[in-house]
């Protein structure tokens, strides 16, 4: 089929074929790249670029959609931009478009942690050059992207108080995703039942439990990559307690 076509048997993605292991390569180089122009990157003259940034995703989310419509695999139950990396995506375009810290905070740690887990693991069927692979992988990079261009080129750090308003944001939202699952017959967040294939739900324990204990496993990686990820900096130059 066609770049934008709905079936590719003989072009089934494989986790850590020479393509997937090229789409990471470039991911890391990059990664340095915005480390290394760090400063360069911290200019005026980059503000179009991140408006032209936010459009290119609001224009590949769209597509995404109209192709699940076309090829009718669109449904209320899985197609809803609810999953943690689709927030991750809709964060990363408003923080693009205002350059707000709140958006940030709530960004940072969802890609550092999830869309990176994503990138890794890809639950992905389409291989490239299909549009879906294009789609899957320009979205979580840009997640991470986003992310890492505004903490080291922007200036942008996670508080313990960033920290504090993602466990209050996931929290708001899970009434919502599981009113959404029960009236669409949808598993936003695996809320209704754990993943078939093998996962580290499975270590979880029974449901519901394992959302609770997902929940701990989810605060205690975020409160470590916080203690990795602060602004060491500005804690040194705090004045000390006489």
Known sequence: MDWFGHSQKSRTFEMYSGIHLSALAIFILVSIAIFIFRKKLNHPKWRKAEIGAAISLIWMEGLNHVWMYVHGVWKTGRSLPLELCNIALILCMILLLTRKKVFYELLFFIAILGATQAIITPALTYNFPHF????????????????LYFTWAKGYYPT????????????????????IN?????????????????????VLGPYPWYIFTLESVLILICFIVWIIMRNKKSYRERPQAK
């Open 132 to 147: 879906r692979f294009f789609h899957f992988f320009y979205g979580h990079v840009m997640v991470i992207w986003v992310t």
């Open 182 to 202: 029960h009236q669409a017959d949808g598993n936003y967040w695996f809320l209704r039942h754990k993943p078939k294939n093998h996962s580290l739900f499975d």
């Open 160 to 179: 313990f108080r960033s920290f504090i308003k993602l466990i209050v944001f996931i929290n708001l939202l899970l009434p919502v995703i599981l009113f």
